[in-house]
C-alpha cells in the first residue's frame, strides 16, 4: 500500500487528482493533498509518503524547490511533475533531479493514471529472507566481473600516492572509452557490511552482492549523473561523479546536498533490496585530476567516522573538523564537544526562529556548517526528539498558550506560529494535540 502526496495551489486540481486517484483500483493507503510548498513539507516530515506529484508553479514555493527539499527529507520519495508550461529548462532541471515523469497541464486522465501506475509499479518490494536473496542473485545474475584493466586504471588515479595523472585519464580515454573531462569532481565510496546480514557469506556470494551493489548504482545514477561506479578493494565500489562548468555553476542545484541525497539513496536501496547494512563516504568536491587522490582519501576517511557513530551510515567528509593544522582525528573528547557544539547551536537557531515562515532543515544545517543528514542524526541522538518534531513541538506549545490566555483569531494564531494557512495549522494542532483549536479554546 502506497501513499501519494498531491500539491498545487489550487484546490479544484488536488480535489480531482485526489478523486482519480481514489478510483483507479491502484493499491493506495492514504491520499494527502497540500496546496503549498510548506503544507507539503510538514506532510513529508510527518507521513509516510512514497510518491510526490506537484504543480511546478505555486507562488513562494516552486515545485522545483520543494521537490529539492523533499529529497533533503527522504531522498527516496519519487516525484512526478506537473505543469501548466512546456518549458524545456524547467523538465530538464525537473529530470536532473530525479523526476520520473515531467506532465503538462491539462492532464489526460489516462496519462495521469499510466505515470503514477509506472511510477508504483517500479517501487519494488524488499528482499526477501537471505538464503532466497543469495539463491534469486545466483538465478538472475551471471557473475561476470567488470573490465578489471578499467577498475584498476580508475582505483589507481584514486590513490593519494599515485604520481602524474594524466597518463591514466588518457588512457582511460583513448582505451576504456571513459572520458573523466570534468572539471569538477566527488568521489563517493560504498562499503558493504557482510556480518550485517545475519549469517555468514561466502566469499563467492560476497563478490555476487558487491556485483549486485554495482547494479543498484548503476540503475540509481545512469540517467541523472556523469559518473563512474567500478569495484574497489575488500567488498566496496568506487564512485567518480563529475560536472562541466555549467551544471557546476547552476545556482538552482545545491550540489553539495545533491550527493548526501545518492548516499543517502544508495544506503536506503541496498538496505531495501540486498537486506545488508552498508557505509557511505563522500568527499568535497575539487576541480582537476590532480585532486582526484585527494578526494579519495576523504571518501575513505569519510566512512572511517562510522567507528564513532556505529548507528549512523552515510557520511559527508566536510561535516567532521579536522584538526587545525593538521587533518589528525581528532580524539572522542574532543568529537562529543564538537558535536555537543552543533547541536546547542541548532536548538539555539531553532528557539529564535520556530515560528518563521519557511523554515527548513537545510536553513538550520546550514547555520552550523554541516549537511542535514548529519544534523538530522545529531539532533535526534543528543535530544531524543527528530529535529522537525521539536520545530512542532515549539509552535503548538506556543499556540496552546496564545489559545488559552490570549483573544487571537486562529489565523492570528497559525500566522505567529509560522503558518500560511489556518487550516493547515488547525490539522496540524488536532494531530498534535487530538482536538481542534476551536475545541480547545471552549
Avoid at 493506495?28 to 511546478?56: C, F, K, P, S
Avoid at 529539492?68 to 524547467?90: C, G, L, N
Avoid at 575539487?286 to 564513532?308: N, P, S, T, V
Wanted: charged share 25%.
Amino acid at each position: 500500500m502506497y501513499n501519494i502526496l498531491i500539491v498545487d495551489d489550487e484546490p479544484l486540481i488536488c480535489r480531482g487528482l485526489a478523486s482519480l486517484l481514489n478510483a483507479s483500483g491502484l493499491n493506495i493507503e492514504h491520499i494527502y493533498t497540500a496546496h503549498n510548498g510548506y503544507e507539503a513539507l510538514d506532510y513529508l516530515r510527518m507521513e509516510n509518503i512514497d510518491l510526490l506529484v506537484t504543480d511546478i508553479q505555486m507562488g513562494s514555493m516552486s515545485g522545483i524547490e520543494l521537490m529539492q527539499q523533499a529529497k533533503i527529507i527522504k531522498p527516496w520519495v519519487q516525484v512526478i511533475i506537473i505543469s501548466a508550461h512546456e518549458t524545456f529548462q524547467y523538465a530538464q532541471l525537473a529530470i536532473r533531479l530525479g523526476a520520473k515523469d515531467y506532465l503538462i497541464k491539462p492532464l489526460n486522465s489516462e496519462q495521469f493514471l499510466g505515470s503514477v501506475r509506472h511510477v508504483l509499479l517500479h517501487m519494488d518490494k524488499p528482499a526477501q529472507d537471505q538464503d532466497q536473496l543469495m539463491s534469486d542473485l545466483r538465478e538472475h545474475f551471471h557473475l561476470s566481473t567488470p573490465n578489471p584493466k578499467r577498475a584498476e586504471l580508475l582505483n589507481w588515479l584514486l590513490d593519494e600516492h599515485a604520481g602524474e595523472r594524466d597518463g591514466l585519464v588518457a588512457e582511460l580515454s583513448n582505451v576504456h572509452d571513459i572520458h573523466l573531462t570534468g572539471p569538477y569532481f566527488a568521489v563517493i565510496k560504498l562499503r558493504l557490511d557482510l556480518s550485517s546480514g545475519g549469517r555468514d557469506v561466502a566469499s563467492k556470494d560476497g563478490k555476487l552482492l558487491q556485483y549486485a551493489v554495482l547494479n543498484i548504482v548503476s540503475e540509481l545514477l545512469d540517467r541523472e549523473w556523469d559518473h563512474q561506479a567500478f569495484y574497489s578493494e575488500g567488498h566496496e565500489i568506487g564512485i567518480v561523479i563529475q560536472w562541466d562548468e555549467a551544471k557546476y555553476g547552476d545556482s538552482s542545484v545545491d550540489t553539495i546536498n545533491q550527493l548526501e541525497m545518492i548516499g543517502r539513496s544508495l544506503h536506503f536501496n541496498v538496505h531495501k533490496f540486498l537486506g545488508f547494512q552498508c557505509v557511505v563516504g563522500i568527499s568535497h568536491i575539487l576541480r582537476g585530476h590532480a585532486f582526484l587522490g585527494e578526494l579519495g582519501k576523504q571518501a575513505i576517511k569519510a566512512m572511517l567516522w562510522q567507528r564513532q557513530h556505529k548507528d549512523h551510515h552515510v557520511f559527508y567528509y566536510g561535516d567532521f573538523k579536522w584538526g587545525v593544522l593538521s587533518e589528525e582525528e581528532p580524539s572522542e573528547e574532543e568529537m562529543a564537544a564538537q558535536n555537543n557544539l552543533i547541536v546547542e547551536r541548532a536548538t539555539e537557531y531553532i528557539h529564535q526562529n520556530y515560528a518563521q515562515k519557511g523554515l527548513t532543515l537545510g536553513d538550520v544545517a546550514q547555520k552550523n556548517h554541516v549537511s542535514p543528514n548529519y544534523l538530522s542524526y545529531l539532533f535526534k541522538k543528543n535530544t531524543g526528539f527528530n529535529l522537525w518534531e521539536y520545530v512542532i513541538k515549539l509552535r503548538m506549545e506556543e499556540s496552546k498558550r496564545l489559545i488559552q490566555h490570549s483573544d487571537l483569531r486562529r489565523y492570528e494564531i497559525a500566522e505567529r506560529v509560522g503558518y500560511e494557512s489556518p487550516e493547515h495549522f488547525s490539522k496540524i494542532f488536532k494531530k498534535y494535540f487530538g482536538i481542534s483549536p476551536s475545541e480547545m479554546k471552549k
